[in-house]
């Protein structure tokens, strides 16, 4: 039998199917605030810095702004450990530097989504040290705050954490407080401890942290690790979600490191049972009552058939409006494990964008469009990195990619400069808690360390550390304030860049043919052609090994992006498949005209 040839058919939708909402239509742009501009002199930027630059964000054509988190904290994990939710970090400034930025930004037509951590708090935080205190005696109504387990006692006598669950960052997520002979429990840093949201006192409080900020005219939030809040107990093992029951009521997850007691754990505590049912409330008691934006992280295995059930926009089944996932960017890494790097080919990329494309907008859901934030490397450095290729075109190609696929599309901080990771290594400019817990785990070894290792942990540090994106904003050429971005008798909590002069924002944004401008002008081109927004999207020539082929497709109206992923000039010829794409231009221009003497 002959083999069946696929042949394409444009799926035509009309802009009517769409309910635009602004969240669709506009770019997210992120600042990681300890990163942007420093208004006064302590090497940190602060909410000043980014009032100050409300003009080069609006220029940019960008409609949102995404805070990284500016609430108090001891700065443990950069502001995701958070010890007030209701006062600002004195670092970024007072709640009248807020005040006046989210003024002055609804002035200029741009809204405010704020980050914010509500798994967890930092052990700083009042409620923690009230559950400690409660576990002591003290009757504060406090006491179940938090995830605390007893320990499981051995035949030998001796004891052992409620569970084998691996922390995301170091160790066991268990921590052993001796005053009251209790764990508590730490998806992240064991200075992040778990809030317990099975306590519905616990939500209460959360919702009324969101409502304080909603009431003051914030446009939404960016919801940290939001998949997490629901663990696993014995009674919810199954099948599916396979574990080993334990005295403590907290199963063991199945070993895959023998010689390890802590064990992977992403099922045991992301995309919980009972996940659904706090999203859910949270939109009832919050959010169904402002105009804003719910974006939702979600990490550890999540996909476009789970994805789907947390964006519902069924009235009853409400939770969130977009969700953050992690698909395409865990392509260079071994089994979720950021550290053990891998080499990747475009097939790979290309079936994990139409996984999602694709399975996203079958189920009536919207997707986001990112490839780069505060938690990972640079998006030229990851994915153009193996072509030795000029820098503006790699950081064009990116741009268009990003911006003619389907969904919200969400830049970070410096993305429009084409900024790359640092290409050396100093054990001196690590700022990042998980970075600095990967190389002293290195250097944790009694036998001495391997230099082999060494350098197979730099490199992956280079390629993946969390730094790499932190990098201070480079505004100008001058050497002595660190591009712009401070003083000049000031040192930044972060080194500037080595080659910051060759991207700073003020030379590129008097060229036309930098890559700001391309992506100012880029953001223009999506806002003015919907189909680029709403468009159905399908993959062309998915086998090519070189080419990232695709349609957008709305109603009379078609556009066929095609890129070259390569460093080499490629031949490319539309395949057979898809010659359809020419007679359908060729009817509606036939059409067009008709219409157009008929009239």
């Known amino acids: 039998m002959a083999p069946i040839e696929r042949v394409f058919r444009p799926r035509i939708r009309s802009l009517a199917e769409h309910k635009p909402i602004w969240w669709k239509d506009a770019v997210l742009y992120e600042i990681f605030v300890p990163s942007f501009k420093d208004t006064n002199g302590d090497g940190y930027g602060d909410l000043r810095g980014v009032t100050e630059k409300l003009k080069y964000i609006s220029d940019l054509g960008v409609k949102v702004i995404w805070l990284s988190p500016i609430f108090d904290s001891p700065m443990y994990d950069m502001g995701y450990d ?5 006062k600002i970090n004195p670092l970024y400034g007072k709640m009248e530097d807020f005040d006046n930025l989210l003024e002055e930004a609804h002035r200029q037509g741009l809204r405010i989504i704020l980050d914010i951590a509500l798994n967890h708090t930092s052990i700083k935080h009042d409620w923690f040290k009230k559950s400690v205190a409660a576990h002591k005696g003290a009757a504060n109504g406090f006491k179940d705050f938090y995830i605390w387990g007893d320990p499981i006692i051995g035949e030998d006598g001796k004891k052992r954490p409620p569970s084998n669950w691996a922390s995301v960052f170091e160790g066991c997520m268990w921590e052993w407080v001796p005053e009251i002979s209790k764990y508590y429990l730490h998806v992240f840093g064991k200075e992040q401890p778990d809030l317990n949201w099975e306590n519905p006192d616990v939500r209460k409080e959360l919702w009324k942290v969101l409502r304080f900020w909603l009431n003051k005219g914030v446009d939404g939030f960016r919801l940290d690790a939001i998949n997490c809040t629901s663990k696993v107990h014995n009674e919810d093992l199954s099948p599916a979600r396979p574990g080993v029951p334990t005295a403590s009521g907290w199963p063991d997850a199945p070993i895959t490191t023998p010689e390890k007691f802590p064990q992977k754990a992403n099922e045991m505590f992301a995309n919980g049972p009972r996940s659904h049912e706090y999203l859910r409330e949270m939109h009832e008691q919050v959010f169904a009552h402002y105009d804003a934006l719910t974006l939702g992280e979600m990490s550890c295995g999540i996909t476009p058939e789970l994805g789907v059930n947390f964006i519902s926009r069924e009235k009853s089944n409400r939770q969130l409006d977009l969700i953050l996932h992690f698909e395409h960017v865990e392509l260079d890494c071994v089994d979720g494990d950021k550290w053990i790097l891998r080499d990747w080919e475009l097939s790979e990329l290309k079936g994990s964008v139409a996984k999602w494309q694709l399975g996203m907008a079958d189920a009536g859901g919207w997707d986001t469009i990112w490839m780069e934030n505060h938690d990972q490397p640079r998006g030229l450095s990851r994915f153009c990195n193996k072509a030795k290729v000029n820098r503006d075109h790699a950081a064009k190609l ?10 919200t599309v969400i830049m970070f901080q410096g993305q ?5 990771n640092p290409e050396e290594f100093s054990e001196e400019t690590i700022r990042d808690i998980e970075t600095r817990i990967y190389w002293n785990a290195t250097h944790a070894n009694p036998d001495g360390v391997d230099p082999e290792n ?10 993946k550390t969390r730094d790499a994106a932190r990098i201070p904003i480079p505004w100008d050429q001058d050497t002595a304030t660190s591009g712009g971005f401070t003083h000049h008798l000031t040192k ?3 080194p500037a860049h080595p080659h910051f002069p060759d991207v ?9 043919s930098s890559v700001w401008s391309f992506y100012r002008d880029i953001i223009l081109l999506r806002e003015q052609h919907p189909t680029l927004v709403y468009g159905t999207w399908q993959l062309v020539d998915e086998p090519h090994a070189s080419v990232f082929a695709y349609t957008r497709t709305q109603g009379r109206e078609i556009y066929l992006v095609v890129l070259n992923f390569s460093d080499e000039l490629i031949e490319w010829q539309l395949p ?7 007679e359908f231009d060729e009817e509606i221009n036939r059409q067009t005209a008709d219409s157009g003497n008929a009239m």
């Open 82 to 86: 958070i010890a007030n939710y209701y």
């Open 454 to 463: 060494l350098e197979i942990v730099k490199k992956a540090i280079m390629t």
């Open 504 to 512: 700073c924002a003020e030379t590129q944004r008097h060229n036309p």
């Open 492 to 494: 930044p909590w972060l």
């Open 416 to 420: 429009e400069l084409g900024m790359t």
């Open 576 to 582: 057979k498949t898809h010659s359809c794409l020419i």
């Open 398 to 407: 990116l741009a268009m990619w990003m911006f003619t696929l389907q969904g």
